[in-house]
Nanobody, 126 residues
Framework: QVQLVESGGGLVQAGGSLRLSCAASGRSFSNYAMGWFRQAPGKEREFVAAISWSGGNTYYADSVKGRFTISRDNAKNTVYLQMNSLKPEDTAVYYC???????????????????WGQGTQVTVSS
């Protein structure tokens, strides 16, 4: 029902920046809380950031707080993850996700999201 298409991943040196984008289909995008998650090789998927349906509330994992910024442009059906001061430990496949509950509250738990993007690789070299 909802398709999420990611872009912006790539290879960057430690200390550099990347901006990930996730474009969503569907007229209800503006009513969905959105999140970013990541999964490194051999590790479990972990929460990165989340944003409320209105964009007025944001939440971050402690590991990225102060370095990453989540935002959204509902007019463009797009959510962003600006990543600054990247570290090698940020290397992972990054996924965007949508909570299918209309105007639901953003969650740090992946199981609370109903739709997922295909993932985009972010590699940070030391």
């Amino acid at each position: 029902q909802v398709q999420l298409v990611e872009s912006g991943g790539g290879l960057v040196q430690a200390g550099g920046s990347l901006r990930l984008s996730c474009a969503a289909s569907g007229r209800s995008f503006s009513n969905y809380a959105m999140g970013w998650f990541r999964q490194a090789p051999g590790k479990e998927r972990e929460f990165v950031a989340a944003i409320s349906w209105s964009g007025g509330n944001t939440y971050y994992a402690d590991s990225v707080k102060g370095r990453f910024t989540i935002s959204r442009d509902n007019a463009k059906n797009t959510v962003y993850l600006q990543m600054n001061s990247l570290k090698p430990e940020d290397t992972a496949v990054y996924y965007c996700a949508a909570n299918g509950r209309l105007r639901g509250w953003p969650s740090r738990t992946g199981s609370m999201y109903d739709y997922w993007g295909q993932g985009t690789q972010v590699t940070v070299s030391s």
